[in-house]
C-alpha cells in the first residue's frame, strides 16, 4: 500500500496499478501456493490460523488498494470476504480508510533474502526446462552460486529452494567452473558489417577474457569495452552469442554471476518418487473431472498395479490427494464409471512411466466442506 499511495499522491494512477500488479503475482504464484501444506494441514494450531491469518490480511489490504481503480469488483469481494467475518467494518468498502503506509510493517533485510531464494528457483527451473527434466521428478541435489551468502544462515529459507526445485540437498559452492563454463563468441553476422576487417581482432580480445566475468559484466552495465590495436569497442548483450556448458550429470543456467547447478543421476528411489508425485498430479486431474471439491477427502480405489507405489509411498500420495482410505477393487475394470455421481465414484484409467493402471475416486463419506475451520 506504501507505493501506491505514493503513486495517487503524485497523480499518478498508471503507476500506481504497477506494485498492485506485482503483489497480486507475489501473492498468489509464490504465497499461496507455497502455504498450501500450511492450510490443508489437519493439525487445527497457531501455524495454520497464522497463514490464513496473514493471507486475510493481505486480501483485505488488497481490497483497500483496489477500490479506487475496480470500484464495484473490490465492493463485491469485500462483502463476501471482510463483512461476514468483521462485523465492526463499515457496511461499504468506500467508506473505510484507505490504507496507511507503514514501512515499520516491512522487513527489508527478509525481502532481500527472498529476493534471492525467488531468483535462485528461476534459475533452477529454467536449468530443468534446457534439461527436458520434469518438475515432478526429485533429484539429488542443488549447487548454488549466488551472492545472498547470508541464506546459509537461514535454512528455513533454503528448504523453500529445494521443495521448489524439488531437489533433497542443497548446497553452496564458490567456484562453479567444476561443473559449468560459459563460452562466449562475437557474432559475426552482427559485427561483420559494422566493424569490417576490425571484426577479427575484437573477436579475439573477447576470447582472451574470462567469459564469467563477461557475462556478470553485461548482465550488470548492458555493455562490455575491449581494447585492441589501441582501439576501444563497445559491444552489447546483442553483439555476442554467451553458451553455457555444463559437465556430465549436470543440468545449470546462470545469470548475473549466479548459478543453479543441478545433479540430474538419478537413483531408483528418486525414480520411483517421481512415479509418486506424476500419480498424485494424475489424481488432482481426475478430482476435478470428478467435480469434487478442493477441500473434499476421498476414498482411493486401484486395481492393484499401484501396490509398490502405495508401498513406498502411501502416506505422501493420501496426504496429497486428501486420501482418508485406500481400497484394492478388482472391479474397477468393469467401465469407465462406477456412477454418475462423484459422491459413489469415477473411474479412469491412468499412464505412469508408460504403465497402465485403474483407479477409481469417491468422496468420502461423513466429509463435509468447511473451509474456515476444520478439526479433523
Not at 501455524?47 to 469488483?73: C, E, G, N, Q, S
Not at 559452492?173 to 581482432?201: A, N, T
Not at 546462470?254 to 500419480?279: C, Y
Not at 456412477?339 to 477409481?360: C, F, I, M, N, T
Request: proline content about 6%; hydrophobic content about 40%.
Amino acid at each position: 500500500a506504501v507505493e501506491v499511495a505514493e503513486r495517487l499522491d503524485d497523480y499518478d494512477p498508471q503507476g500506481a496499478t504497477r506494485p498492485v500488479e506485482a503483489f497480486v503475482e507475489d501473492l498468489s504464484n509464490w504465497y499461496v501456493r507455497r502455504c498450501r501444506r500450511r492450510f490443508w494441514k489437519s493439525d487445527d494450531d497457531a501455524d495454520k490460523h497464522a497463514a490464513y491469518y496473514a493471507l486475510y490480511i493481505a486480501l483485505r489490504t488488497l481490497l483497500l488498494a483496489l477500490a479506487p481503480f475496480t470500484p464495484f469488483l473490490s465492493e463485491r469481494i469485500y462483502q463476501g470476504l471482510v463483512r461476514p467475518v468483521e462485523r465492526t467494518m463499515p457496511a461499504s468498502l468506500h467508506l473505510c480508510d484507505f490504507p496507511p503506509p507503514d514501512r515499520a510493517l516491512r522487513d527489508e533485510r527478509l525481502e532481500e533474502l527472498m529476493k534471492g531464494v525467488r531468483a535462485l528457483v528461476a534459475l533452477g527451473r529454467a536449468a530443468r526446462g534446457h534439461a527436458r527434466l520434469k518438475v515432478r521428478q526429485p533429484l539429488p541435489a542443488a549447487l548454488l552460486v549466488t551472492k545472498h551468502r547470508a541464506l546459509k544462515d537461514h535454512p528455513e529459507l533454503l528448504e523453500q529452494v529445494a521443495d521448489e526445485l524439488n531437489v533433497k540437498h542443497v548446497r553452496f559452492v564458490d567456484d562453479p567452473s567444476r561443473y559449468v563454463i560459459y563460452e562466449v563468441k562475437v557474432r559475426f553476422d552482427v559485427l561483420g558489417p559494422r566493424l569490417g576487417p576490425k571484426v577479427q581482432p575484437v573477436a579475439q580480445a573477447v576470447r582472451a577474457l574470462d567469459a564469467t566475468e563477461v557475462m556478470a559484466h553485461l548482465e550488470r552495465d548492458g555493455q562490455l569495452t575491449v581494447t585492441t590495436g589501441g582501439e576501444k569497442f563497445t559491444l552489447t548483450r546483442d553483439d555476442l552469442e554467451a553458451r553455457l556448458h555444463e559437465s556430465k550429470g549436470y543440468a545449470a543456467e546462470g545469470s548475473g554471476g549466479e548459478f543453479a547447478i543441478l545433479e540430474t543421476t538419478l537413483t531408483p528411489e528418486l525414480v520411483l518418487e517421481g512415479k509418486a508425485r506424476e500419480f498424485v498430479h494424475q489424481v488432482q486431474n481426475l478430482r476435478k473431472e470428478a467435480g469434487l471439491a478442493v477441500d473434499d477427502r476421498i476414498v482411493l480405489l486401484h486395481d492393484g498395479g499401484l501396490e509398490p507405489l502405495l508401498s513406498a509411498h502411501g502416506p505422501y500420495i493420501k496426504r496429497e490427494t486428501l486420501t482418508v482410505e485406500v481400497l484394492k477393487d478388482a472391479g474397477l475394470s468393469k467401465g469407465p464409471r462406477v456412477d454418475a455421481s462423484p459422491v459413489q465414484g469415477h473411474v479412469a484409467e491412468l499412464r505412469l512411466d508408460g504403465e497402465k493402471v485403474r483407479v477409481g475416486i469417491r468422496r468420502a463419506p461423513g466429509w463435509r466442506r468447511n473451509l474456515l475451520s476444520r478439526n479433523e
